[in-house]
């Protein structure tokens, strides 16, 4: 599939669809009801539209511009400067426990367990919050959860394998409960409204000349 995104297969395949699609029903070769069949020309039907009201762009950027002039840059600095040297130690500090367990032959690593439990299965429920607590502590870094990690990680995992990957990595039995623990980027929204874009353009070329 990788190498299919790769060669744009997909995005030609999406787009003819929608090329054919709109071809049909504006022919008349594609019917739907209540839409270009069986219309009831009585109906009276009004779709709430969102009006933004003037300004509020100017409004929005008035604030923004408001809050980094009236913040402190030496704080704002210091904040960012510690979160980036705690992310440059984290891969340190996962390679330093996972040293420290294979010289004690600790059961579970064959299983790829960070935190396996004296019997090498996985921590569950309280526990695992006693060790993350302990460790975040030993460590002086804010408190982790469990159920913080598993979201954090079904992202990065998200934008690296496929569904059905990261379901059997993180143990979902369903895409919907994959969705329910996935935050989405704002590049991801991005990069999804630039396809659209890219599909909206190919149609465009692809319509006869009159």
Do not use: W
């Amino acid at each position: 599939m990788v190498a299919a995104i790769r060669e744009g297969y997909p995005q030609r395949e999406i787009a003819d669809a929608a090329y054919r699609f709109q071809r049909e029903f504006d022919a008349g070769e594609r019917r739907i009801v209540g839409v270009n069949a069986y219309v009831d020309e009585s109906e009276v039907t009004s779709v709430p539209v969102l009006s933004v009201p003037p300004g509020s762009f100017e409004a929005h950027m008035d604030r923004l511009a408001r809050t980094r002039r009236d913040r402190d840059p030496a704080a704002v600095e210091s904040a960012l400067a510690g979160l980036r040297d705690t992310l440059k130690l984290l891969p340190e500090l996962l390679e330093a426990h996972r040293r420290a367990q294979l010289e004690a032959q600790h059961p579970g690593l064959e299983l790829g367990l960070v935190f396996p439990t004296a019997k090498g299965t996985p921590h569950k429920g309280t526990p695992l919050n006693v060790v993350l607590r302990e460790a975040c502590k030993s460590l002086g870094f804010p408190r982790l959860s469990p159920h913080g990690l598993r979201r954090t990680y079904n992202n990065l995992l998200r934008q690296v394998a496929e569904g059905a990957v990261v379901r059997s990595i993180v143990g979902h039995t369903t895409e919907a409960m994959t969705e329910h623990y996935s935050v989405i980027s704002l590049n991801e929204k991005r990069a999804a409204a630039g396809k659209v874009l890219e599909l909206v353009r190919a149609t465009k070329d692809k319509e006869p000349m009159p």
